[in-house]
Structures are given as C-alpha cells and as structure tokens.
C-alpha cells in the first residue's frame, strides 16, 4: 500500500443480515440462528451488527434482552416517533431506547410524496418527529443512526426536501445520517453526482444500496468515492427482493484493490479476511442452501479453471487468470484437470483449531484426501467445524474413542392415550459400551432425532456428569440428490454450560442414521473439549 495508514480515511461497515436480511422471501432467523450469525460476522471484523426490530417480534425481543456482540457495536431498528404521540409515549420508539445495544438506528421517509401519501402528514411534520427522535435517542446515550428511507427517488423529486431530512438529522445529533437506495433503482453515476451535491459534512453519511439492477456493490463504492464513510451491507447479499450490497464481495474490494485500498482502511485484519471464504459458506449452512460457486471472490468457481491453455499459463504464472491471490479471502486455486488446491487452507483450519503439522507431513495429503472424498459424498466442514476436528483427529490417530455404540433405533407409533386421543409417540432405545459394560437406554421425544438425543445422552455411564450441561440447540436437514435415494444431510448445533457452540454434521441416505452420526459427534466433540483437545 502506497499510503501510509494513519493518513487513510476509515471507512465503516455496517451488517444488517438480522434485520434487512431477515426479510429475504424464505428466511426466518430463530433466535438460535441469530446468536450463531451475529458470531460469524464478529469473525469478519465488521463494526455495526443490527440486530433486528425490538418490540416487532418475540425472537427480536429475547434478541435484544442482552447485548449480542463483543467487539462490533450492537445496533437496534426501529421507526422514528409517530405522530400524535410524544417520544415518551411511542412504545416502538421506547423498545429500541431499551435494547441492550449501544447504539439506534432510526427510519425515517426523506422523499416528501411518500411523507404525505404513505404517513398522511405535513412533510414539516415528518422533520419534527424525525429531529424529537434522534434527540431522544441521544440523550438516552445510544449512538444514533438515521436511515433516509427512499432517498434518492426523494432527490430526484425534491432535492431540497431530501437535502433537508439529512440535515435535520445531523443538527439533531444523529452520528450517521444513510442514504437509502430502497427501490434499488438509482445508477452508480447518479449515486455519485446525487451525494456529491449535498453541502454537509459527508463523514457523517452513509449509504444502504439494493440490487435490484445488479448495482448494490457498485453503488456502495461509488458513495465511498463520493464522500460517504460507512457502507451498510450483509453477508451474501441477503435482503428483500433482489437482495442488498453484498459484504462479503465489499471488503476483499476494499481491502485488496489500490484504488480503494491505497486511500481507506477498515476495521478487517489479513486474518479476519482469510476467513471470509469460511464465514460465507458457513452462513449458507446455517440457511440450509447451496453456496453460490460463481461468487465473487469466495465462490468454488472464483478461483477454478478448466481450459488447458489456462491452466498451463497458471503454471507460469498464477497473476494470469487471478485478480487476487485466492489464499487471501481463504479461497483456494482449483486447476480442474489436476485438483491442486487445499493444502494451505488445511493447514489453516487446523491452526484454527490448535492441530499443527507441517506442510510436508504425509498425514496432511492423507487427510486431504479424506476431506476432500466426503465432500463429494455430501459433507461439507466449513459450517461444522467440530466435525472438522474430530475428522482431522481421526486421520492424524489421536481421536480418542470415549463410547462404542452397539445399536440404536426409533420408532413413531400412533396410539390413544388415556383420554383415548389419538397421538403419536416416538421411542428410541440406544446401547452403548462404556469400559466394557454395556448400557441401554430408551428415551420418548418429540420425533426420533429428539428420542435419539434423549436416548444417547441418558446413560454414558462415567461420561454422564460430564454431559450434563450439553443440549441440542438447532438442526437442520437439508436433501441434496432428489429422487428415492436422496442423500440427506444434517446440521446439528449444540452448546454447554460454559456458552460454547459447535455444529457438527452427519451424511446419509437415511435422515435418522444422519442424525444420529451428527449427535454422536457431538458428544464425543463435548468429551473432548473438557480434556482440552478441541479448541
């Protein structure tokens, strides 16, 4: 970098995958995932996580009760006061000056027709509840944030009402002040021209793009050019119809290209980008959807090449056919008619998880080999890395072996019960050899992967007290062939006492024999993690 850092404007990423991106038609978020999702984007160095609506929703509401992020600042959403009502008499204003969260992001309309046909106001009236907000919000200590909904279409319209909404905003005291693009509609040469006529201090503004012409990432850089200083994105471009700006493919562009490069700097390490591959597909895990291979820069295809002539430049040279080394967002180069790829992406995974062998190690080629044969067959390790570990403890000869399971089965049975209503019951029985004694245990539950957890975890004989504090907090199936011979694969997160989680994931045509290999993994990642051998 040509610039020295401490002379670099910084610029400032905002994620709102729980709120924005929530709204993506077939996505729920329980609050299981938004725990899980919140730790994924504090991976990738992001300063602003919202986290939803207080006071829309129940999981928004237990989301909110306490603070969700350790580093990045821990936003709220909600709309500014309505009229006929004080601050102090909007319960939407006071849910969001009540969430455990440093900061409030307020939305208010900056385009004066939808003020008036959308909220049937003044468009004088729209400033004055949008100026008692942000003041409120102030002095109950948040950091706040004002979301210019419809702000461009408001400009083209009336450049002096919009221009006004901003400005109303900042001498309330809003510390940033995001131009939406909500309709998604605006081109990155009017995005430019639009913020680079606003006479007010641009390090205090922000912009919120949608893709509904393919532009969002494009726009967002080109506010960035046009003075603003914080982008608002979320992972993988989640978001209402088209989607948003997508984050994962900013911050590689922010980081590794000079022209940004050379003049902003961001809050995201070497290391924090490394795992940006990772972190993307962990994400579509938890989504229970294939990962996009044609992403940029963290796709299966960013970095892949089939045609002979590339790969024989590739071997000359690898700047050829790649704009930036794959081993910087954690991708890896994929020569079709060869498959070499994987090594340093290993190694790094086993670092990551306190295994560390030499490059040379002939059980690093063996477990690749491994990884990369399951993969095939349906696994995939970058959303469950505690079966990662246990894989790579397996090949290198150091899985301990805590309890062999003899046999287990489930059955779901209709019968009446005592009020004769008819209902179904599922019963799983579970054997077990612990030190040589062999244990049974049979357990009822809410469908057969329940039974099964119960079953398992019921008698580990000297293991039991060790467990006690371990619970099945998600699952998810996901079916990867169609057809009557599909190929089932299952997500299982769990967590302990101490506030750790892991997922750990189990392949098969048969979703329960896949259940239980990702509950008995589990387990044994739970044993192991209280002798210290997983990280």
Known sequence: MSQDQSTKDRLYLFDTTLRDGAQTAGVEFSLEDKIRIAALLEEIGVDYIEGGYPGANVVDDAFFAEPRTRRAIFTAFGMTKRSGRSVGNDPGVQAILNAKSGAACFVGKAWDKQVEIALGITPEENLRNLAETVKAGVAAGKEVLVDCEHFFDGFKGNPAYAQKF?????????????????????????????????????????????????????????????????????????????????????????????????????????????????????????????????????????????????????????????????????????????????????LTALRRNGIRLDKDDPRLERLLRTVKEREARGYSYDGAEASFVMLAHAALGTLPEFFEVES??????????????????????????????RLMSVAEGNGPVNALDLALRKDLGKFSAEIADLELVDFKVRILDGGTGAVTRVLVESRDGSGARWTTIGVSANIIDASFEALYESITYKLMKSRGSAA
């Not at 994962?248 to 961001?266: C, G, N, R, S, Y």
């Not at 579509?284 to 970095?303: C, E, I, K, M």
């Open 166 to 346: 901003v400005e109303t905003a900042l001498a309330a005291g809003a510390r940033w002040v995001v131009l939406c693009d909500t309709n998604g509609g605006t081109m990155p040469a009017e995005i430019e021209t639009i913020i680079g006529a606003l006479p007010v201090d641009k390090s205090h503004l922000g912009i919120h793009a949608h893709d509904d012409t393919g532009q969002a990432v494009a726009n967002s850089l080109a506010a960035v050019r046009a003075g603003v200083r914080q982008i608002q994105g979320t992972l993988n471009g989640l978001g209402e119809r088209c989607g948003n700006a997508n984050l994962v493919t900013l911050i590689p562009t922010l980081l590794l290209k000079p022209v940004f490069a050379d003049q902003f700097e961001i809050g995201v390490t070497p290391a924090q980008l490394a795992e940006l591959t990772r972190v993307s597909r962990a994400f579509d895990d938890l989504l229970n959807r294939a990962s996009d291979r044609q992403a940029p820069y963290v796709g299966a295809s960013a970095f892949a090449t089939k045609a002979g002539i590339h790969a024989s430049a590739l071997a000359k040279d690898v700047s050829s056919y790649e704009h930036v080394p794959p081993e910087s967002v954690g991708n890896e180069r994929n020569v079709m008619v060869s498959q070499q790829a994987g090594k340093s992406n290993l």
């Open 408 to 437: 287990y089965r489930a059955s779901v049975e209709r019968r009446h019960n005592a009020k004769g209503q008819s209902v179904n019951v599922t019963e799983a029985v579970v054997k077990v050899v612990v030190d040589g004694e």
